[in-house]
């Protein structure tokens, strides 16, 4: 039997982002660096919500230039999504097409989302109990592929495709996979990440129920405060991030600029429950080893961790547990934070975010403070950056993502070499 043994090397090219911390990548990473918080104070109390600080994104990206047939059919996550997606696909091809420079049937499309368009769906039905009917694109709107469709359409992209769904674990999956696909030599370019919107007060409430957004009522920095004694859960966000990435020879012989290289990706299931971690920290620590072996590193080789870091009681705990166990005596070395404390919890886009978050810190040797972390949690007692970011040369990180259901993901990104 022959067996393929040889792997393609596969770099990112192009990212772009809308958060609460602002509307391109550039913006957000540079809101970290003054230290802004993209959350506020919105009171729900009359809902029934007790959760009081939400992010939230005030204005849409753009989308002129996008055919109507495409446009009026996408949810809110998926307006975010593609906004994301046109940041990444301009930095990456200057205004060119991918096709111009691809096979069509060697590109492809992998998003994700976590909750889809159950805003829209919970808008419809108030409407549609009413008059008998609701918008005709509702369908659409429901449709969790709906991001993946409309990047396929609008790019021509007509190789491989598939949309995530592995709640806040989304966005870290769907460009390991994609990275999978192009180290397999499946595709050449592909477009990864994820969007995430749930404003309704019964999509919020939905998750307030279950006790894991933030119990803080009033000080702000108290709201979002990841490996802090003074957790109480995590602030609720929206938005949306997207990576592109390509077969390393191919983008170099087109002149791309590389802005950093995927060499490591795994993901593990707890197999255990729909919201708390294994107590074993089994899946977690596999991930993260499993990750460092296919990037062949040894843990003393990375110099920044972005941590799921949720600000969660159960997560914080757990996380940093399973990084001892998966690290050894390296995991009290290395720096790690969470930029959740200033995004907020973009649930299935936290991962694609953070993602950029680690390529941005190698560009500009900046390790990003977990803010709010003034009274650290004795038990959180690894190196999180509190407060104040640091300096240095960064040439390898690690960005984790887990998620509810029990899905764990890890990534490996370089400077490029």
């Not at 990112?12 to 911390?21: H, I, N, Q, S």
């Not at 296919?294 to 914080?316: C, F, K």
Request: hydrophobic share 40%.
């Amino acid at each position: 039997m022959n067996q393929k043994t040889h792997f393609n090397r596969v770099v990112v090219t192009g990212y772009g982002a809308v958060t609460p911390l602002g509307d391109t990548a550039q913006a957000c990473w540079q809101a970290i660096m003054d230290k802004q918080l993209g959350y506020r104070l919105v009171d729900k109390t009359e809902k029934n919500i007790q959760c009081h600080f939400l992010g939230l994104i005030d204005n849409e990206p753009s989308l002129k230039g996008v055919p109507a047939a495409i446009r009026r059919r996408l949810p809110r996550h998926s307006r975010l999504a593609l906004g994301a997606a046109r940041e990444a696909m301009e930095m990456a091809f200057s205004g060119s097409s991918p096709t111009e420079h691809y096979d069509p049937l060697m590109c492809g499309v992998i998003m994700g989302t976590g909750w889809a368009g159950l805003d829209e769906s919970y808008m419809s039905v108030s409407e549609f109990e009413k008059t008998g009917v609701t918008s005709p694109f509702n369908c659409f709107y429901a449709m969790p592929n709906a991001t993946t469709a409309a990047c396929s359409q609008f790019w021509n992209l007509r190789g491989y495709q598939n949309t995530t769904i592995a709640a806040c674990a989304t966005g870290t999956i769907a460009i390991g996979d994609a990275f999978e696909v192009i180290r397999s030599g499946r595709a050449a370019m592909m477009l990864a990440g994820a969007g995430e919107s749930l404003r309704t007060d019964c999509a919020v409430w939905n998750i307030d129920i279950l006790g894991a957004l933030t119990h803080e009522a009033a000080d702000p920095t108290r709201a979002s405060c990841p490996f802090s004694a003074d957790r109480s859960g995590f602030v609720l966000s929206e938005g949306a991030a997207v990576l592109c990435l390509e077969e390393r020879e191919s983008a170099i012989a087109r002149g791309a600029t590389i802005l950093g290289e995927i060499t490591g990706y795994a993901n593990f299931s707890d197999a255990f429950d729909f919201t708390s971690p294994a107590e074993d920290c089994l899946a977690r620590v596999k991930t993260i080893q499993m990750a460092l072996q296919q990037a062949d590193i040894e843990p003393e080789a990375l110099d920044y961790i972005n941590a799921h870091g949720t600000s969660t009681a159960l997560n914080d705990l757990n996380e940093t547990e399973s990084l001892k166990k998966a690290l050894g005596s390296a995991a009290y070395k290395i720096p790690i934070s969470s930029t959740k404390s200033y995004s907020g919890h973009l649930i299935a886009a936290a991962g694609s975010f953070e993602s950029i978050i680690c390529l941005q810190a190698i560009q500009n040797g900046v390790m990003p403070a977990t803010a709010n972390l003034s009274n650290p949690d004795p038990e959180c007692d690894l190196d999180y950056i509190p407060n104040e970011h640091r300096t240095g040369n960064i040439e390898r990180t690690l960005n984790l993502s887990f998620g509810f259901g029990g899905a764990n993901a890890a990534l490996i990104l370089e400077k490029s070499k």
